[in-house]
């Protein structure tokens, strides 16, 4: 699940980790209000206006102003409030920002010091262990970093069963060329931020940049955090902090089943039971020369109800031309998926687009005769390339 940078940056706060003070507002009215509360607690008289989506690369599309009087909030907020913000991770349809965060501006007069550092926490899936990426070269795309000068991008591994060692901040802290008090607040950040990781149950916490100012201060200046959602059982307070608005409406639909799906760009729907199948089912349409519309994952315990409510989602895309039904019944009977097939079709009605369906394992016969006597227009098929190229023959 993703956090907003104003959600991410309140739990990093719970950790230790110094961010910048600030405070969400959805009309530039509360835009006004919220500076005026920061004017009189930190004393500064400019704010950095952000953009709250769920994307990075905001300020590239206009979604990060400076501030440096009460007007020019209300200009700020009332520009990027509302507007469709198009950046390099939305795709040419941009997402509606409906809030933005007011941040204390800590590149503040004076402050002709300021160093920007690229950090980040996340699982090597290569070793197991938890991860802190690190380079002095902040403020910029680390991708664009690790192409143009990987000597400058530094990781630390970190043993899950022992955790972040005092010598392994300090380590960090030295090859960011940090020393005196900017070494020490590193050391604290360092550890502040492994905690963060592990205490939210996180699949990735990044912070670009991470300040150091003039005066050796180290701030979390923007930040993201992704949570694993296998892990949100043990944080209700963090579930809570799920916006639906950021997510597609049939991808949280489909949540609402079980059932995990994520829309693509093409024009075959899938629905298939495991996720290996799936990305096989999916690798072979684009083989035949067609493109996948979805990933579908029934799961496991599919009954005719879920396999009915995929269905309907799937159909919900105006892209889909044809449905590809893959079924290997292991755990899931095919009979209960077949069955699944026939109420979704009566219950839906006409179903406007063909549908090729494969059964094979556990109760495969009884699934076909039960989609056979039902006389639904549907395409039968026992290979999976077979299956796929009847899908690319009738759309």
Known sequence: ????????????????????EGMVAFTPDEAVEVAKKLRDSTGRKSWVVKAQIHAGGRGKGGGVKLANSLDEVV?????????????????????????????????????????EIYMSVLLNRQSGRNMIMYSPDGGMDIEKVAEESPERIFTEEVDPGIGLQPFQCRK????????????KSMVKFAGALYNAYTGTDASLIEINPVVKTSDDKIYAADAKIV????GLIRHPEIMAMRDLDE????????????????????????????????????DIIKLSGGEP???????????SKRVEEAFRIILKDPNVKAILVNIFGGIVRCDSVAQGIVDAYRNIGEVSVPIIVRLQGTNAEE?????????LKVYSAIQLKEAAELVTQVI
């Open 247 to 282: 997510e597609d409406p049939m991808e949280v639909e489909a949540s609402k089943f079980d059932l995990s799906y994520i829309r693509l760009s093409g024009n075959v729907g899938c629905m298939v039971n495991g996720a290996g199948l799936a990305m096989a089912t999916m």
């Open 293 to 303: 519309a979805n990933f579908l994952d029934v799961g496991g315990s599919a009954d």
């Open 1 to 20: 699940m993703n956090l907003h940078e104003y959600q991410a940056k309140e739990l990093l706060a719970k950790f230790g980790v110094a961010v910048p």
């Open 75 to 115: 200009e700020h907020a009332s520009r990027i409030i509302g507007m469709q913000l198009i950046t390099p991770q939305t795709g040419p349809e941009g997402k509606k920002v409906r809030k933005v965060l007011l941040s204390e501006d800590i590149y503040y007069p004076g402050n002709s010091a300021t160093e």
């Open 172 to 183: 960090i802290a030295f090859n960011l060329g940090l020393s005196g008090k900017a070494f």
């Open 367 to 375: 699934g076909k005769k039960l989609i056979d006597d039902a006389g």
């Open 227 to 230: 949570i694993d959602n296998n």
